[in-house]
């Protein structure tokens, strides 16, 4: 990166030679001076509106989208582990398979932290804790094909979660299972207590959740926990957390899915939420846009797929109002396409698209958390059986390079539904010689170039302002491979990240966005308040 900090060139103001001025005592040489220095100054800036007409009108500014950064203040601020990720519990009824002790998977899983890694899926609630590994009769959900018989996981199995989750300096969020109930109906809580007391007892530090989408346990396990009910089991499970020692331990939930649509999870959260004795620390919902059974490769890249996502945060944003609550929202299972994922979709190049607008959206929108399904398994993994990493893992990884918690307001008065663009504070470890920056980062879902400028900067530019460009794209919208600037981005041998190699441009300068293509732009110089530690 060293031709890339060139530009940042330190001056001392203390001994600009300018300063020397005011020493010229004759009143006719000083307005002598004065004037010369009117005329120049006034050339100069002449001389820059030109230029900077020039460099814009170099291209039809009729087909250009300006968007307007807001630098004052920051917009919404999420978790630093605001990116993070899951491991279905349905992975555990095979733990020999589950690569959590390979090397080469824990780098990968290091590379994305700070993050919590989420053990929860349907089988969550299948899931029991006992010293000897036993099985049921298999039982096939009739509704998605899911193994939904109950199995067991052993300490052994439990110790060997944890200690992948420390490796890879990661939080574990771990889903306790709510369908082990009494005849009467309230939650057993026998079994949860094993594994709270045993993870107390050897020294754990995670988080807690209880049950998998409750409010479709009819469709799945033919059975029915009322909203109601459930808050008095997780006021249950808080209790139980205070007593052995968890007080500081997050509880999420109610874990509902089907938000906006005709079986209204939206509604049971709401009833949840005014029940709930302030047992948990964040409102959780499950959100796909697609069925993995029947997506195609349009679907990933049309703009009303897109729109799904919004409607269904203002439907969350308006439950948690109507509760009288003042909390906030994770999205703590989520991908592209439920039931698995899409085969040959969901953990290819143009399922990014989705991914990343999801990051970005949410982050303005206020959700504290997201939490991607999957890190490993289904069609919708980030790392692949092989062990390699997928387009949304690099596009994770990137993410959290150069996109911080603190979230900055981007407007666009009539921008192209094909073009989307957010914008965050740059986080510290990626400023060059501490200098301020602000990330640009979105995507061109269109056939075309699309080009863009960013504008509400150029007031706070220094002389060394640069926009450092990392376009990502791909040789075809189904491909396993990603490409930064051209160059397809591979690990090094030792597991490292490669260089990420810039463009360096103009703050002036419009951005030429390729067809099918995601950005990411940080723009280093900027002076913005709201960005400054």
């Not at 067809?515 to 723009?523: G, L, Q, T």
Request: hydrophobic fraction near 40%; charged fraction near 15%.
């Amino acid at each position: 990166m060293t031709m890339a900090m060139n530009y940042f060139v330190s001056n001392d103001w203390n001994k600009n030679q300018y300063q020397n001025l005011n020493n010229i005592r004759t009143h006719q040489n000083t307005t002598t001076t004065r004037t010369v220095l009117n005329v120049i100054v006034l050339g100069f800036c002449s001389a820059l509106i030109v230029f900077s007409f020039w460099n814009f009108n170099q291209y039809d500014t009729s087909k250009v989208s300006i968007f307007y950064l807001h630098t004052d203040q920051t917009f919404m601020q999420t978790s630093k582990k605001f990116l993070s990720f899951g491991l279905d519990t349905s992975l555990l009824r095979n733990m020999e398979e589950l690569p959590i002790a390979d090397e080469r998977f824990i780098n990968l899983a290091r590379h994305l932290n700070p993050a919590f890694i989420r053990i929860g899926g349907t089988s969550a609630d299948c899931l029991f804790f006992n010293q000897t590994h036993t099985t049921s009769a298999r039982i096939i959900s009739p509704i998605d094909g899911q193994d939904i018989s109950n199995f067991t996981i052993t300490n052994t199995d439990f110790e060997l979660l944890y200690k992948f989750t420390i490796q890879s300096q990661l939080r574990m969020l771990f889903d306790l299972n709510v369908l082990i109930r009494y005849p009467n109906g309230t939650w057993d809580d026998t079994n949860a207590q094993d594994i709270i007391l045993f993870a107390k007892g050897s020294k754990m530090n995670l988080d807690w959740q209880l049950g998998n989408e409750p409010n479709s346990f009819h469709h799945v396990f033919n059975r029915t926990i009322t909203a109601e009910q459930l808050a008095k089991d997780y006021y249950q499970l808080r209790n139980l957390l205070n007593k052995v020692g968890y007080q500081k331990s997050f509880l999420v939930g109610p874990e509902v899915n089907h938000i906006g649509d005709s079986n209204k999870g939206q509604s049971y959260a709401e009833v949840f939420l005014e029940k709930d004795k302030d047992s948990i620390n964040y409102v959780t919902w499950h959100q796909y846009y697609l069925n993995g059974h029947e997506a195609q490769v349009n679907d990933f890249i049309n703009p009303l797929t897109f729109y799904y996502l919004p409607m269904q945060i203002e439907s969350m944003l308006k439950t948690i109002k109507k509760s009288g609550k003042s909390i906030s929202m994770w999205l703590s299972e989520t991908s592209s396409a439920y039931g698995g994922g899409a085969p040959g979709l969901s953990d290819r190049y143009i399922a990014g698209f989705l991914w990343l607008d999801k990051l970005g959206y949410s982050a303005k929108t206020g959700v504290n958390v997201v939490i991607r399904q999957s890190l490993f398994g289904g069609n919708y993994a980030m790392i692949g059986p092989d062990l390699l990493p997928n387009p949304d893992w690099w596009i994770s990884v990137i993410y959290k390079q150069f996109v911080s918690e603190k979230v900055l307001k981007i407007t666009s008065p009539k921008s192209s539904e094909y073009i989307r663009i957010y914008a965050h504070c740059t986080p510290e470890a990626s400023l060059i010689n501490r200098v301020p920056a602000i990330t640009v980062y979105g995507m061109n879902l269109d056939k075309s170039s699309a080009k863009i400028i960013i504008q509400g900067i150029f007031h706070r530019l220094n002389k060394n302002v640069k926009i450092f460009l990392y376009s990502l794209t791909s040789d075809h919208l189904t491909s396993r491979n990603l490409r930064m600037n051209g160059e397809i981005l591979k690990l090094q041998n030792d597991g490292k990240l490669p260089p990420f190699h810039p463009i360096i441009v103009n703050p002036t300068q419009i951005i030429i966005l390729p067809p099918f293509s995601m950005v990411f732009m940080v723009i280093h110089g900027v002076h913005a308040p709201t960005c400054i530690s």
